[in-house]
């Protein structure tokens, strides 16, 4: 009879490598919880000993800004970096996406760059000092860096690695985004707040895949995204809080129901996503188009 001789467990099969490598939902949500409590708990401490800092408006002062936001950035940036290098993944999820884009894709980048264009040049720039300024545009590019590698980097990836479509990918990936941002209720905010921005961000996330896949490469929506925030927090003045109309600004009341478009017309296209990536044909087009 003959034997069977089982193949040992390869470097890559073994241990968190391994799990990460299998891809799925579960084991990104497993990632994404162990990381956020990291990051969360890394912040509460950040704001239980910076007294005064961590309870003045937002764009105070920089010392605020840091404590608020960036600090914590930080330690998510240098988290996900240092995982993304010992797994090896930086070719792959920064290189030219494995799936042919469609022409309607260019609609995500296009809806989502319309209220950061009027928001600068509807915001008060000199509202606020420059340093402040500056170092809020700097964080804002460190949150787009720092969410677009987790969830559209990461998140599709190993959504791609089970062999998921691509309607599923860009709407787990999605949501798995706007779940991420109902954490705010342990930081403070209302329901009303968090509630509307979790339904914004699913929407919102939806674009960012499309983003991703229109313009071929993670670097695209970071910059995107990165570009979001700093003006959505510029021109309302705090985190997660949608300007939705009735500012004396002509420019920022339109950047607010702007807000609208990217909701629904995230929601709406997810409908018109097609397609499946080529699993390992990194910079080829997919199986199929959109």
């Known amino acids: 009879m003959p034997m069977t001789v089982t ?12 799990f990460m490598n299998r891809g799925g939902a579960w084991r990104f949500v497993a990632f994404m919880v162990g990381y956020l409590v990291i990051y969360l708990g890394f912040g509460q401490l950040m704001l239980r000993i910076s007294g005064n800092l961590a309870s003045d408006p937002l764009l105070d002062s920089v010392g605020t800004v840091f404590v608020q936001l960036t600090a914590g ?3 998510g940036a240098i988290i996900l970096v240092s995982v993304m290098l010992y797994l090896g993944w930086a070719p792959e999820l920064f290189g030219r996406q494995p799936i042919y884009r469609s022409w309607w894709m260019w609609l995500g980048p296009v809806i989502v760059a319309t209220p950061i264009l009027l928001r600068i040049f ?28 987790l969830y559209r980097g990461f998140a599709v990836k190993m ?19 706007a779940v991420s941002h109902s954490v705010n209720l342990f930081s403070g ?26 313009i071929g490469f993670l670097v695209g929506a970071m910059i995107l995204h990165g570009l979001t925030d700093p003006t959505t927090f510029l021109a309302s003045g705090g985190i997660d809080v949608l300007t939705e109309g009735g500012s004396s600004n002509a420019l920022l009341n339109a950047a607010g129901l702007a807000t609208f478009v990217v909701t629904f017309g995230g929601i709406i296209l997810l ?15 997919g199986t199929a188009t959109a």
């Open 7 to 18: 193949a040992p467990p390869t470097r890559d099969d073994r241990g968190f490598r391994g």
């Open 159 to 177: 959504l791609r690695d089970a062999g998921h479509g691509e309607w599923v990918v860009a709407a787990l990936s999605s949501l798995f985004f």
């Open 73 to 75: 950035l930080i330690l």
């Open 122 to 149: 509807g915001i008060d720039w000199g509202k606020n000092p420059v340093p402040v300024v500056m170092l809020a545009l700097a964080t804002g590019l460190l949150i787009g860096f720092v969410e677009e590698l």
């Open 271 to 285: 409908a018109f996503i097609r397609g499946r990536a080529a699993k390992g044909d990194e910079g080829q087009p």
């Open 189 to 214: 905010q209302s329901i009303k707040t968090v509630g509307p921005t979790v339904i914004y961000t699913f929407g919102f996330g939806v674009l960012m895949y499309l983003s991703l896949r229109s």
